[in-house]
């Protein structure tokens, strides 16, 4: 595991190569299964409407999405109503590996990104507590990860995310702003049309 400062902040981990070939494929294989059940949608902005560039699902408890109402957490595919699939074991073993004393997992976005997708800097804040660490698996193509401070202007680093790398954002770095700049096309194999998943997953509720 990497420890990166980022800002004077502590808590942002990098782990490369975390999963191996083998463990990728059959990760992956467990996230087709759940987009089978919960097929991936294009969210909207709040507000305006507008797209984004990434298709969405999600598994565990609870899912993340956003439309003109907002962003929020709801048990619930926004599309079909049926409850998200539950979240494969290999993502709460994880989670247990790299964040033992945090309460479970709950939800686990599915960011899948075409080649000219784009993510642009933001906190991860829409949880009711920021105490567990956001942890976040890269699968296909690299990405050009940013990260930055607490501040959207605060100055920010980049490093590229391969196929199997984790990056956690705990500590004073869980309120981070990051992002993705581009996706590198062709630098992996493991998905045969290309493309990049990101699979993102966060405690949303307080425990009682």
């Known amino acids: 595991m990497n420890d990166l400062s980022v800002n004077g902040l502590s808590g942002l981990s990098y782990l490369p190569g975390y999963f191996s070939r083998a463990a990728q494929e059959t990760l992956l ?14 969210p909207a ?26 962003y929020r957490y709801q048990p619930h595919h926004p599309d079909s109503g049926n409850p998200w699939p539950a979240m494969p074991a290999l993502l709460t073993n994880l989670w247990k590996d790299l964040a033992p004393e ?26 009711q507590t920021f105490e567990a660490p956001v942890i976040s ?17 605060d100055p920010t680093k980049s490093f590229r995310l391969q196929s199997g790398d984790v990056v956690v954002l705990g500590g004073e770095a869980r309120l981070a702003f990051h992002g993705i700049d581009r996706v590198l096309a062709g630098t992996s ?6 493309g990049r998943i990101n699979l993102t997953l966060r405690r949303v509720t307080q425990p009682m």
């Open 29 to 42: 294989e467990q996230i087709r299964a759940v987009v089978a059940r919960a097929p991936f949608y294009r």
């Open 45 to 70: 902005m709040p507000r305006t409407g507008k797209a984004f560039t990434v298709r969405m699902s999600n598994c565990g408890p609870l899912g993340w999405v956003s439309d003109v109402s907002g």
């Open 102 to 127: 945090a309460p479970d997992p709950e939800a686990c976005l599915i960011n899948y990104y075409e080649n000219t997708a784009r993510m642009g800097l933001h906190q991860d804040r829409d949880e």
């Open 137 to 153: 698996v890269s699968l296909g193509d690299t990405a050009t990860f940013r990260v930055g401070g607490l501040s959207r202007k």
């Open 189 to 194: 194999t493991l998905l045969k049309n290309g």
